[in-house]
């Protein structure tokens, strides 16, 4: 059973950075599309970013130029690199699979205000 554990947020100010990162037990991490995704208050859990097996990306319109996915396979660690933050980004960010398949980590809060 492959366990997410997701770090990294906190408060931050409009147009401020942080640096998201998931670590992912087992051995099943290298062969998986890897993707973030958040879940705002009375909200449903949406996709942000995505990061396939083979090394394409893609990202959601709200984040696109602004947030950058990667992954280190050696390490079993999947990455979100937020900038130019906005309130809007204020969400539990969680990573899994592409699609979603292991059960979901306790997620990282992250926190967008002035």
């Known amino acids: 059973q492959v366990q997410l554990v997701e770090s990294g947020g906190g408060l931050v100010q409009p147009g401020g950075s942080l640096r998201l990162s998931c670590v992912a037990s087992?051995?099943?991490?290298?062969?998986?599309?890897m993707a973030w995704y958040r879940q705002a208050p009375g909200k449903e859990r949406e996709l942000v970013a995505t990061?396939?097996?083979?090394?394409?990306?893609n990202y959601g319109d709200s984040v696109k130029g602004r947030f950058t996915i990667s992954r280190d396979n050696t390490k079993n660690t999947l990455y979100l690199q937020m900038n130019s933050l906005k309130p809007e980004d204020t969400a539990v960010y969680y990573c899994?699979?592409?699609?979603?398949?292991?059960?979901w980590g306790q997620g990282t809060q992250v926190t967008v205000s002035s």
């Open positions: 899994n699979s592409y699609p979603s398949e292991w059960p």
């Open positions: 087992g051995s099943l991490f290298g062969v998986k599309s």
């Open positions: 990061i396939f097996r083979y090394g394409g990306i």
